[in-house]
């Protein structure tokens, strides 16, 4: 799913080539905003709790970006990532824990860990980024993991999910996003009205070459906004805020996300639930 980003972001971007093709940097070209989503995390704990967040879980963390953006944002800051599979955390470790001095390695801790495992470090963020768990096709298994969320968190502690939804997303639909080097496809292959279930592919295309299928590949079910926000509130949390992303005249996103009650109706859109201990 492309968040909403904007046009000038996607550009800005998309310098480096590579001979080799590498997945995970196209992936994060196409899809992560690291420096923009620890923006957002610190300022929706100060807005939430009147006081700054200093630790944050990263779960589902795979190259873990955004626990590298935690640390260099602040000296106090220190982040654990999460993540079952050895294979995004090693590409993590050779490209991005390098970019950060020695004293910010220090502040990381990666664990190559079950999010659903007992005993995992607490924080006073717990984050699940775009969108891991709609991998939970139950919502007992929904529930479960949301609860270990909860387990995860410090007093005065913060859960925070993206999701997203549209109209779009109830039939099959291709994407293609436009890089300076590449193309970007986010494919909805279908849809499945009576399980809410649906599978997207992540294709590539480097300019000149053929398209790349299947880069990555997504089975989720799709949980709307209210659904998340009654889970989490069967889990244990206290109270579920829900931020929305503005818009620019063109129709994209602007990147902004604020506190709502209501939202709108758009073809594609990306929300974040954060949920209160
Ligand atoms: C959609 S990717 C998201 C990666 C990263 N958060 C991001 O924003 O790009 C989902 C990640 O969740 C991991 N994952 C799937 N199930 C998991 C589980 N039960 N526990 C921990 N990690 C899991 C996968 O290995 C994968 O790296």
Request: with cysteine; charged share 35%.
């Amino acid at each position: 799913m492309s968040k909403k980003k904007n046009k000038a972001k996607i550009k800005n971007k998309a310098k480096k080539s590579l001979k080799e093709f590498d997945k995970y940097y196209y992936y994060e070209k196409s899809v992560q905003s690291a420096e923009n989503d620890v923006q957002f995390l610190k300022k929706t704990y100060k807005e939430i709790k009147g006081k700054e967040a200093k630790s944050l879980r990263e779960d589902f963390c795979g190259t873990f970006k955004i626990s590298c953006e935690w640390v260099k944002m602040d000296k106090k800051h220190t982040a654990v990532g999460v993540d079952l599979d050895p294979e995004p955390i090693e590409y993590g470790k050779k490209n991005y824990y390098p970019e950060l001095n020695e004293e910010q390695q220090s502040r990381v801790e990666i664990l190559t860990e079950n999010v659903m495992a007992t005993g995992l470090p607490k924080a006073d963020i717990v984050d699940a980024q775009n969108f891991s768990y709609f991998l939970f096709k139950k919502r007992e298994d929904l529930r479960a993991y949301f609860k270990n969320a909860l387990k995860g968190l410090n007093k005065d502690g913060l859960f925070i999910v993206d999701c997203f939804g549209g109209s779009q997303c109830y039939e099959p639909n291709e994407e293609e996003t436009e890089h300076d080097e590449f193309s970007y496809f986010w494919d909805q292959d279908k849809h499945d009205p009576v399980t809410n279930e649906a599978l997207f592919y992540i294709h590539f295309k480097r300019k000149g070459e053929k398209k790349r299928e299947q880069v990555f590949t997504y089975d989720w079910r799709l949980w709307s906004i209210p659904e998340i926000r009654e889970i989490m509130e069967e889990a244990g949390f206290k109270k579920t805020h829900v931020y929305w992303e503005g818009t620019e005249k063109d129709g994209t996103g602007d990147g902004v996300f604020s506190k709502v009650t209501n939202g709108e109706e758009c073809e594609g859109w990306v929300a974040y639930v954060a949920a209160e201990k």
